[in-house]
């Protein structure tokens, strides 16, 4: 079992950055893929990236574009999502996501899921 525990959501301006951090249970931390997805009110839940076991491999969804960047430290078991140039469009609840199976995570599939943090980008 892995409890994932998501961090760091809140209000921004447009523009601004923030970091959101998602701490895992467990003392496998190191052997799962982790990802970040995000839903806005009235609309499906969406990949946002994902991060492979070790933290050499990253996948971005298309609307990223360079703004986003997943990173990890397998010492702490944590998982960041940096935001940067943030747009009132990203304004969404927040996922943290894991799986053994790296391609479960890239497709959506993840077996454990966190409870999800706010954030808001005003205009």
């Known amino acids: 079992q892995v409890q994932l525990v998501e961090s760091g959501g809140g209000l921004v301006q447009a523009g601004g950055s923030l970091r959101l951090s998602c701490a895992a249970s467990g003392r496998t931390f190191s052997s799962y893929a982790m990802g970040w997805f995000r839903q806005a009110p009235g609309k499906e839940r969406e990949f946002v990236g994902a991060?492979?076991?070790?933290?050499?491999?990253?996948y971005y969804a298309a609307f990223v574009k360079g703004r986003f960047t997943i990173s990890r430290d397998n010492a702490k078991n944590t998982v960041y999502l940096q935001m940067n140039s943030l747009k009132p469009e990203d304004t969404a609840v927040y996922y943290c996501a894991a799986d053994s199976r790296e391609i479960a995570v890239r497709v959506g599939r993840p077996d454990y899921w966190g409870q999800g943090t706010q954030v808001t980008v005003s205009s």
């Open positions: 991060i492979n076991s070790s933290g050499r491999i990253t």
